[in-house]
């Protein structure tokens, strides 16, 4: 059995995440691809990093001040609708997020330090899918300095109606939600100023994102 896209972490990860929080899953929602989870994650999220600020050409944490803002869900009363959503989300600019560093606070604090991105094995498929990086040649650049060249292929590509759809249903929590309110997403953080992407994927929920799939040879 081989697992197509390199990405058995991804999904040791996602499936980690889902038995520790209550998931949102929805089992009617058309699940969105992976990729297109990442990226919307990546747009969303900011600089903020634990304390520290994430280096160039990567996102970390979501606050959700910053959210608000960005979304137009900064003043009382302030709602979104699902066509405005998928605007406002492809409007931002798109930067690949870091994975959380350790499990605690004081090893979170590194994570901007380390800098390794989330979800390393799409990385390193996509920059060789797309002739940027060859893994086979030493000379080669490293894989970090390319993120700039891919995140501004990626934020080109945007993201299609259905992630759009599932990550604003998981924003609301309530995947049949046509709107989305300021105080639908302060209930959605609960009580977090900011969550970071594997707290994302908590609330995207796994079985509405397509990770890859077992085949046989």
């Known amino acids: 059995m081989l697992l197509l896209g390199h990405a058995a972490v991804s999904i040791a990860a996602s499936i980690l995440v889902a038995s520790t929080s209550p998931s949102i899953d929805q089992p009617n929602l058309v699940p969105a691809p992976a990729l297109q989870v990442i990226v919307g994650y990546g ?19 979501l606050p959700l001040t910053d959210l608000g803002k960005e979304l137009g869900l900064d003043s009382e009363g302030s709602s979104l609708t699902k066509g405005e959503f998928n605007r406002r989300i492809n409007e931002l600019e798109f930067q690949w997020p870091l994975k959380p560093y350790g499990i605690n606070e004081k090893s979170m604090a590194k994570t901007s330090v380390i800098n390794k991105g989330a979800e390393t094995a799409y990385y390193m498929d996509e920059i060789e899918r797309r002739g940027m990086y060859d893994r086979r040649n030493p000379t080669g650049p ?8 891919l995140n501004t292929i990626l934020n080109r590509e945007g993201i299609g109606d259905d992630t759009s759809n599932v990550i604003f249903g998981a924003l609301a929590g309530d995947f049949d939600a046509e709107q989305l309110t300021q105080d639908e997403l302060k209930r959605t953080f609960e009580g977090r100023s900011s969550i970071d992407y594997y707290g994302f994927l908590d609330l995207v929920g796994n079985k509405n994102i397509n990770w890859p799939k077992y085949a046989s040879d």
């Open 142 to 149: 490293l894989p970090t300095s390319l993120r700039p060249k």
């Open 43 to 61: 747009k969303l999220a900011g600089k903020t990093c634990f304390g520290k600020a994430s280096p160039p050409g990567s996102s970390c944490q």
